[in-house]
């Protein structure tokens, strides 16, 4: 099992910035891929970005320009850093990861973490 703790979220003006971390911990074999989603009011999780091991990025179309994920694989974490916030940015962001030994891989989910953007 992989647990994910998540950090960072918060009430920002819109045109700010905030970085959120997720760590993970726990029987960890090979974190292919590292990433957030999240999710607004009324609204199904959407994907927001994602980073594999091998450092192939990838952005929804709305945060490209804006967001940079990065990670560091010595220890096991994540970080998103968000700039140019908008409201409509507003949600709960979850850290996700796919953790993988030889074709066995199994996805895991952080908790959560709110970031509200105030007009």
């Keep these: 099992q992989v647990q994910l703790a998540e950090s960072g979220g918060g009430l920002v003006q819109a045109g700010g910035s905030l970085r959120l971390s997720c760590v993970a911990s726990g ?7 590292m990433g957030w989603y999240r999710q607004a009011p009324g ?3 959407e994907f927001v970005s994602v980073k594999y091991r091998d450092g192939t990025t990838h952005y929804a179309d709305s945060v490209k320009g804006r967001f940079t994920i990065s990670r560091d694989n010595a220890n096991n974490t ?7 916030l908008k ?6 962001y979850f850290c996700s990861v796919i953790d993988s030994v030889g074709a066995k891989w199994s996805t895991y989910w952080g908790q959560g973490t709110q970031v509200t953007v105030s007009t």
């Design 27 to 33: 029987s960890i074999f090979s974190l292919s891929v």
């Design 43 to 45: 609204k199904q999780r």
């Design 78 to 84: 994540v970080h998103l850093q968000m700039n140019s």
């Design 87 to 92: 409201p409509e940015d507003t949600g709960v």
